[in-house]
């Protein structure tokens, strides 16, 4: 497996010994002790989850106040580009976002520590999206930044029209109102 930090450099690029030939391919997509020696974690991982979006859904930018969950994140069918955004008050890159498209053919997964918002956009027809989490999923403790804070300028991919959100993300406040 490849590591490769980003330009937040707890935010990390992991892409797996793929093997493939006529057939098909084949790679481990996770193995624990693999992950703890390329990236230096001792991470455990305790849920996972499964998305399926259209063409044009944002999800995002969601953290959680409490629980703080690190992902590691793929994309099995589609393509999403994928966003960190760094919450940690305490880090000199508070406030920076990161972002990596991620696709079925490159195989790649993405580290998003604790302590980072996270979200997605889908760039294909549909994308479906997995993520292992390191801690579990607590509605009351979740917030959600504005996708579009002009604070932070994330450059999203462009897209026919506006992006598709859900209500808790259209109702999502800009950094500087957000709670931690």
């Not at 990390?12 to 493939?20: M, N, R, S, Y």
């Not at 703890?36 to 989850?49: I, P, R, S, W």
């Not at 959600?144 to 209500?167: M, Q, R």
């Amino acid at each position: 497996m490849k590591v490769t930090p980003t330009a937040i450099p707890d935010v990390l690029i992991i892409e797996p010994k793929v093997f493939g030939d006529e057939r098909g391919f084949f790679f481990e997509s996770f193995n624990q002790k693999a992950f703890n020696e390329a990236t230096g974690l001792n991470v455990t991982f305790v849920q996972d989850n499964h998305s399926r979006s259209a063409k044009g859904v944002l999800r995002g930018l969601h953290y959680q106040v409490q629980q703080p969950q690190g992902k590691l994140v793929r994309v099995v069918r589609g393509a999403v580009f994928d966003v960190a955004v760094d919450i940690r008050q305490e880090s000199q890159t508070f406030g920076k976002w990161v972002g990596v498209e991620l696709s079925e053919t490159d195989h790649k997964q993405l580290w998003v520590p604790p302590g980072f918002a996270h979200g997605f956009l889908v760039l294909s027809e549909s994308a479906d999206f997995l993520y292992k989490t390191t801690d579990y999923y607590a509605p009351a403790q979740e917030r959600c930044i504005a996708w579009n804070d002009s604070a932070l300028a994330i450059k999203w991919p462009a897209i026919d029209g506006e992006p598709c959100l859900s209500a808790k993300d259209t109702a999502a406040m800009p950094l500087n109102q957000a709670l931690f």
